[in-house]
């Protein structure tokens, strides 16, 4: 399946036709496809551009976290679960650089994989990644997980990977008996590093919502424990979590000397079938 075959115009919605390095519907809206290979199908007027979604800053801290291997397993057991359905379109919505939608691309490589994110920096890196690896079967374009510029009921899985759950449009574009696979924070999840910026420490909150549309089928937890090592590594998990605009100057000094950290890596998968 060609990716034109489900992108709708983010403007009219009508269908799209590939004209070299472009995308034209058929009221003339065109888009075209950057260089790396990622498409910005934002819709006008919502947001500048320049300044939608996550840094490059924040993109290089991502992906050079995930180098060290520490969230390996989470997007193993994502693989896992996404492999006991019907898969041949998927969405990762809310996809940041693309390290959980490049290893599920990898996994999965007859399936058509699209990854959208605000981010143009985290699109455009997951495209460079992704044209590297020579992965065809991927493509990464910049767009709100509220407006998805794809067909009604073209997605067999969507998943939502630490990221706002956007109901409507969620169960707009899967199909009927589609998984929606919400990623969460379980109770433990990071609480070595907790313990080094805070002085008290509380177990996360674990919460699985009824959603519109959608019924719980089902929750797979994940819980590991892992040393992750240097100081850099360690800072750039820090920027990734919430604590970090939470978190005082004071407190984000107590992890200046820290070269190795200790703590739970756990997470929950909370898997919604479309009804």
């Not at 007027?45 to 320049?50: E, Q, V």
């Not at 100057?249 to 107590?254: F, M, V, Y």
């Given at each position: 399946m060609n990716f034109e075959d489900f992108l709708r115009c983010p403007i009219c919605g009508c269908n799209f036709s590939r004209f070299e390095n472009s995308l034209k519907c058929e009221k003339g809206h065109s888009f075209d496809i950057a260089s790396s290979g990622y498409i910005n199908l934002l819709k006008p007027?919502?947001?500048?551009?320049?300044k939608a979604g996550d840094s490059k800053e924040m993109i290089k801290a991502r992906s050079n976290f995930f180098l060290s291997g520490a969230y390996s397993n989470i997007r193993n057991k994502l693989c896992d679960i996404i492999?006991?359905?019907k898969?041949?379109?998927?969405?990762?919505?809310?996809?940041?650089?693309g390290y959980y939608t490049e290893?599920?691309?990898?996994?999965?490589?007859?399936?058509?994989?699209?990854?959208?994110?605000?981010?143009?920096?985290?699109?455009?890196?997951?495209?460079?990644?992704?044209?590297?690896?020579?992965?065809?079967n991927v493509l990464y374009s910049v767009s709100s997980i509220f407006e998805m510029p794809v067909d009604d009921g073209c997605a067999d899985i969507d998943i939502n990977l630490f990221a706002p759950v956007a109901n409507e449009d969620f169960l707009r574009v899967l199909a009927t008996q589609g998984r929606l696979i919400v990623v969460s924070a379980g109770t433990k999840h990071l609480d070595g590093l907790k313990k080094i910026l805070y002085s008290d420490v509380y177990d996360n909150e674990e919460k699985f919502p009824s959603y519109d549309g959608f019924e719980l089928a089902g929750v797979e937890n994940l819980k590991y424990d892992a040393?992750?090592?240097g100081y850099d590594t360690i800072y750039n998990l820090f920027t990734m979590t919430p604590y970090y605009h939470r978190t005082s100057?004071?407190?984000?000094?107590?992890l200046k000397n820290v070269n190795e950290l200790n703590t739970t890596i756990e997470v929950n998968f909370a898997i919604y079938k479309k009804l």
């Open positions: 007027g919502k947001m500048n551009n320049a492999g006991q359905y898969n041949d379109v998927i969405i990762d919505a809310g996809c940041g650089e290893g599920v691309a990898d996994k999965f490589g007859v399936s058509s994989v699209i990854g959208f994110d605000m981010s143009k920096f985290g699109c455009e890196h997951g495209a460079k990644s992704a044209r590297r690896m020579d992965k065809s040393t992750i090592s100057l004071e407190d984000k000094e107590k």
